[in-house]
């Protein structure tokens, strides 16, 4: 059983999706650690609910980004973690945390990358104008939203969207990608070589 570690600053809803898939046994790992780096974050009483082990880690209480991942890393080792999995975590991580966890990071993203990386990637899409918009599950590297993608699902932009029903959408998506996803990664069906990250059947 691979252990999972969920990283996630807010409402938690695709930290939600994943433990409901392990309940149901749609994703063959264990959540076996959740991690905030804020107080107030939702996700972390959601953990907490199903028992799960939750921990809030301030960044003010290091000194900077590195010394703040080193207390992550340091903890996720301790949890034997064997993957972890950014669930709007609004931070970028050091190349110190990419390097300890090469390609078992993973982070879900909402457009379809290369498109609209970084902030409000639902809003720049609207914004923006396009007809087809989505989201994305990739592996983390150190740049902004620019590792392997792993799978990504399309949503379209009908005539009378928002940017608040749109994401609605894009998250019912997101709910879906992630958990196959991560039980793709469990079952040791991800390749990656190079930029392409290839599905074994
Ligand atoms: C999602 O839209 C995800 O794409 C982005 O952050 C948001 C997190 O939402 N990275 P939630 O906290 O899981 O509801």
Redesign the pocket.
């Known amino acids: 059983m691979k252990r999972i570690a969920v990283l996630?600053?807010?409402?938690?809803?695709?930290?939600?999706?994943i433990l409901e898939a392990v309940e149901r046994g749609s994703i063959a790992g264990e959540v076996a650690l959740v991690i905030s780096d804020q107080a107030a974050?939702?996700?972390l009483q959601r953990a907490g609910k199903r028992g799960v082990k939750a921990l809030f880690i301030n960044p003010r209480d290091y000194g900077g980004r590195e010394q703040y991942d080193r207390a992550i890393v340091d903890q996720l080792k301790e949890d034997r973690i064997d993957l972890v999995a950014?669930?709007?975590?609004?931070r970028l991580l050091s190349a110190y945390f990419v390097n300890a966890y090469p390609m078992q990071i993973m982070?879900?993203?909402?457009?379809l990358l290369p498109a609209f990386p970084g902030l409000d990637?639902?809003e720049q899409a609207f914004d923006y104008g396009v007809k087809v918009t989505g989201?994305t599950v990739h592996f983390v590297d150190e740049g902004l939203d620019t590792g392997p993608v792993i799978l990504q699902e399309a949503v379209p932009v009908i005539q009378h969207d928002t940017v608040e029903t749109l994401?609605q959408r894009?998250?019912a998506s997101?709910?879906r990608l992630y958990p196959t996803a991560i039980d793709l990664f469990c079952r040791e069906k991800l390749k990656v070589e190079g930029r392409r990250c290839k599905i074994i059947d």
């Open positions: 996630a600053s807010g409402r938690g809803t695709n930290l939600e999706a974050a939702q996700a950014l669930a709007g975590f609004m982070n879900i993203h909402p457009s990637g639902v989201c994401h894009i998250h997101e709910h």
